[in-house]
């Protein structure tokens, strides 16, 4: 047995709703649904299992807000902010296995915040909108939600839209149905026989590829690990924080900062202000490098700035221009970096390496991005930054590619595991 989560506005949307509501049903005999009613104005149907009121009426929502008097925004924060209390229940009482919506901006925006803030990754989260075909980063943000293009406005049934939610129901029917049989045979096995794995983020660029290669071959080969690999695309660096923050991660080789050059200067791969706060608030293992800290992205070569012309540029793709980092910013970066590292809770759990031979693939003598003198701004930050912290510096002559510095930087968070003695002979 499984159940699905189906959250809409019935006020408007009901005999979209109900339809993908029957396309659950009869894709899977054994499937139940549970139909949530977030709409603005209360409708009734003998379908609807959770009421409109009686979503707002729940202990963890504020009772004493009049909804009449709410602006069309203020309405969708309010709701779906009481819907994803409402998902976290069910989902903490193992009473849903599934979650999904069906709508246009408005019910997309609402569905998309109440499963992100309430269901774990890995958890079936499906959102039919009207919006997939966009920019959806402001959608699924950080998490495993899936979008599926509506093709025509979720307003009426026709020969498309049927076809869309009937696909929409056997997607998010199947993916419930596995979940379930996941966690019902993950809850049954036996712990004793199952050797439990160490969980390591890794985060890697195109340009730091070679080293995080050679990190995870080593770490899986030799420990009890299994690696988690962040593509640093400012998303990447949001998944990785997030993680950190709900305990599925515990050590963090964050090779690859790049993102935190993003931030300052105006790239389009920022992971935002809190970028390395998560491990060190946390006071997990945490092993960080400046791996492509060389380069602000942007995309193809007609995006960048104007004020940028007349810096040094690199076409990676034809889609993705690098610029490099100046001294300037290269002190910012490190500043940025110092900042987040020294509000740590265990100093001792933190280590810094400084691949002096080129934080990447294009910066090392005679490359492309070589630029010593942004080099030892960044190191000289850094290095003076961290004096009298706890946490200890490590000034390393190679390349972040070199394959000896990947296998040394790795046992180096090995040891800050305590996984030490665990190693075994490749």
């Not at 049903?25 to 149907?45: E, K, T």
């Not at 992100?116 to 990754?121: G, T």
């Not at 959102?127 to 699924?140: E, L």
């Not at 693939?361 to 701004?377: C, H, L, M, N, Q």
Request: net charge negative; with cysteine; aromatic share 4%.
């Amino acid at each position: 047995m499984a159940t699905v989560a189906l959250l809409g506005t019935c006020d408007t949307k009901l005999h979209e709703l109900l339809f993908l509501r029957s396309a659950i049903l009869s894709s899977r005999p054994s499937l139940s649904v549970i139909l949530i009613d977030v709409g603005r104005h209360p409708a009734s149907h003998p379908d609807i299992t959770i009421p409109q009121a009686e979503l707002l009426a729940q202990d963890s929502l504020s009772s004493d807000v009049d909804i009449s008097t709410l602006t069309r925004g203020q309405f969708i924060e309010h709701i779906a902010r009481g819907a994803g209390i409402l998902l976290e229940k069910l989902h903490a009482e193992g009473r849903i296995h599934g979650a999904v919506s069906a709508g246009g901006s408005g019910g997309t925006s609402l569905a998309a915040s109440a499963m992100r803030d309430s269901l774990p990754i890995g958890f079936p989260k499906l959102i039919v909108s009207t919006m997939a075909s966009g920019d959806v980063r402001p959608i699924v943000g950080e998490t495993d939600i899936a979008l599926m293009y509506s093709v025509v406005d979720v307003a009426g049934l026709n020969d498309v839209l049927r076809d869309v939610l009937s696909n929409a129901g056997a997607a998010i029917a199947g993916a419930a149905l596995s979940y379930a049989t996941r966690h019902k045979l993950s809850e049954g096995a036996d712990e004793s026989q199952t050797e439990k794995k160490h969980r390591v983020g890794i985060t890697m660029f195109g340009v730091t590829t070679p080293a995080v290669d050679a990190i995870r071959k080593h770490l899986e080969s030799r420990y009890p690990i299994q690696t988690y690999v962040f593509h640093a695309t400012g998303t990447g660096g949001l998944s990785l924080e997030r993680l950190i923050r709900t305990h599925a991660l515990d050590a963090v080789l964050d090779l690859t900062t790049t993102e935190v050059a993003d931030h300052i200067a105006g790239g389009i791969l920022s992971a935002g202000e809190d970028r390395l706060a998560a491990a060190p608030a946390r006071g997990i293992p945490y092993v960080v490098s400046l791996g492509a800290l060389d380069m602000v992205n942007f995309g193809p070569r007609s995006s960048v700035p104007e004020r940028y012309a007349a810096r040094k540029l690199f076409e990676h793709n034809p889609i993705v221009t690098l610029m490099r980092t100046s001294p300037d910013e290269c002190r910012q970066i490190g500043e940025f970096i110092c900042d987040k590292l020294k509000a740590a809770k265990s100093p001792d759990m933190v280590q810094v390496w400084i691949p002096q031979g080129g934080v990447s693939i294009i910066s090392v003598k005679d490359g492309p991005f070589e630029d010593r003198e942004a080099d030892k701004v960044l190191f000289e930050t850094v290095t003076k930054g961290l004096e009298g912290s706890g946490i200890e510096v490590v000034l390393d002559e190679r390349a972040v590619n070199d394959e000896a510095f990947a296998k040394d930087i790795a046992e180096a968070l090995v040891k800050k595991m305590g996984l030490a003695s665990e190693g075994c002979a490749e």
